[in-house]
T-cell receptor, first 112, second 110 residues
Framework: EAQVTQNPRYLITVTGKKLTVTCSQN?????MSWYRQDPGLGLRQIYY???????DKGDVPEGYKVSRKEKRNFPLILESPSPNQTSLYFC???????????FGPGTRLTVT | GQNIDQPTEMTATEGAIVQINCTYQ??????LFWYQQHAGEAPTFLSY????GLEEKGRFSSFLSRSKGYSYLLLKELQMKDSASYLC???????????FGDGTTLTVKP
């Protein structure tokens, strides 16, 4: 089954404790992105990648890092999480051309 | 910068037609997408426009005018299950950048 998976789905952590949210897709897609979604603010792009070793900042990259060492994986790293990073996070992937994005199920992160 | 506007909330009656508008001001426009998102779930793709005109897909249609920076999503024969948030998104350039509007929450009433 074609899908985007994220882990963990839910995470409660404390300020300053490094964490990684994994994202993997099995569709051989070139493009991958991370978004956060907060009430009333829609989806905001954090980082995106157009292929292995090619990443770029989205609209809200502060406090986040990403890597794209393999085509299928695109982990999101929070080196020192803060409460303002409490949010719902979505990973997405798409193929080239006019293709649409496929979203993972989301990761609900709470930083206390 | 990039700016996308859509109404926050709309209400419609089951069986009716509703139009959700989206206006955008962006540089590097490379297509406009509509997604549906039910509460607590991931967005799912509805439609795509890159050229001016109407794209029809079953009960859903989407229209684009690039010169006006305007799109709309038309939902016909509304069903209760159409109650959801509808997200307008613009693709910028070819490197993977996308900007989303804040979404329109549609409530379908019996």
């Amino acid at each position: 089954e074609a899908q985007v998976t994220q882990n963990p789905r839910y995470l409660i952590t404390v300020t300053g404790k490094k964490l990684t949210v994994t994202c993997s897709q099995n569709m051989n897609h070139e493009y991958m992105s991370w978004y956060r979604q907060d009430p009333g603010l829609g989806l905001r792009q954090i980082y995106y990648s157009m292929n292995v070793e090619v990443t770029d900042k989205g609209d809200v990259p502060e406090g986040y890092k990403v890597s794209r060492k393999e085509k299928r994986n695109f982990p999101l790293i929070l080196e020192s999480p803060s409460p303002n990073q409490t949010s719902l996070y979505f990973c997405a992937s798409r193929g080239g051309g006019a293709s649409e994005q496929y979203f993972g199920p989301g990761t609900r992160l709470t930083v206390t | 910068g990039q700016n996308i506007d859509q109404p926050t909330e709309m209400t419609a009656t089951e069986g009716a037609i509703v139009q959700i508008n989206c206006t955008y001001q962006t540089s590097g426009f490379n297509g406009l997408f509509w997604y549906q998102q039910h509460a607590g779930e991931a967005p799912t793709f509805l439609s795509y426009n890159v050229l001016d005109g109407l794209e029809e897909k079953g009960r859903f249609s989407s229209f684009l005018s690039r010169s006006k920076g305007y799109s709309y999503l038309l939902l016909k024969e509304l069903q209760m299950k159409d109650s959801a948030s509808y997200l307008c998104a613009v693709r910028i350039g070819n490197a993977g950048k996308s900007t989303f509007g804040d979404g329109t929450t549609l409530t379908v009433k019996p």
